[in-house]
Structure formats: C-alpha cells, structure tokens
C-alpha cells in the first residue's frame, strides 16, 4: 500500500508513518527473476557430451548414480571427474548407502567403444544390477 496522505490542514507538515511496500516487492519479483534465469547456467556439466539419439527411451529411477564419458575417455562420477580405477570404490560406497541405487552411463557418441565397455564392467563388479545408457530422443 502507498503512503497515508491527509487532506487535513493541521497535518500540513506531518510525515508519512506507515511503509511503503510496493517497491520492496517489485526488487524481490526482479532478483527472483534473475535467479530463475542465471541457475540453469550454474548448474551445467563440466564436460560437453554430446549423446547417441534414439527413438525409444524410459524415464530413469530417481537414485541414480550419474557416469559422464567424454570423447577422450575422461570420467565423471556424480559430477567430479574421477580416475577409471577409483569409480569402482566410489559406486561400492554408494551401494551402501541405497542399495537400490542405479547407474546412469552417459557417453559422448566419439567416445570409445572399450571405454564405456570398462566402465559397465566396473559398474557390474561394484554391485550394480541396474544400470541405463542416457541417450537423448529424436
């Protein structure tokens, strides 16, 4: 609401006691939109992966374990990059935690066929029985 204004002449030179909230608003509604914008930025992967299509693709489980496979064969482990042989510690502290846990491989379509085959068998050998290749859809 706006300030309180009198018609009143004896209040000729009062000030105005009540806050005006319109503009704290409109600044909060402005940061808000700024932010809503700038944090998909902020969240972006460090590697550029550009990954296979296919027509037919499902929705992966919510615990998942996210593998990033670049071009040249570096590794990314829920984001971090990581050394091929410290993936299988790192999955077999997250069985642990959620059994249940599923991994989600994602590989640039230059990478190495042997890369993501190693990285599968890591997969397997740290106890995962449910894993998915991320694949965008046509």
């Not at 482990?77 to 846990?101: R, S, T, W, Y």
């Not at 599968?120 to 998915?132: E, N, R, S």
Request: net charge negative.
């Amino acid at each position: 609401m706006a300030g309180k204004i009198s018609n009143s002449n004896d209040d000729e030179y009062s000030s105005i006691s009540e806050i005006n909230v319109t503009p704290f608003v409109d600044v909060v509604l402005v940061l808000l939109v700024i932010f809503m914008v700038t944090a998909p930025m902020l969240v972006r992967e460090q590697m550029n992966v550009n990954l296979p299509k296919a027509k037919s693709g499902e929705k992966s489980a919510s615990e998942a374990l996210p593998i990033v496979i670049d071009k040249d064969g570096k590794v990314l482990f829920e984001g971090k990059p990581i050394a091929m042989d410290a993936i299988e510690g790192q999955i077999k502290l997250a069985v642990a935690k959620n059994p249940a846990a599923q991994a989600i491989i994602s590989a640039d379509t230059e990478s190495k066929h042997g890369d993501v085959v190693r990285v599968l068998d890591i997969v397997k050998q740290a106890g995962i029985t449910h894993f998915a290749i991320q694949i965008e859809k046509k």
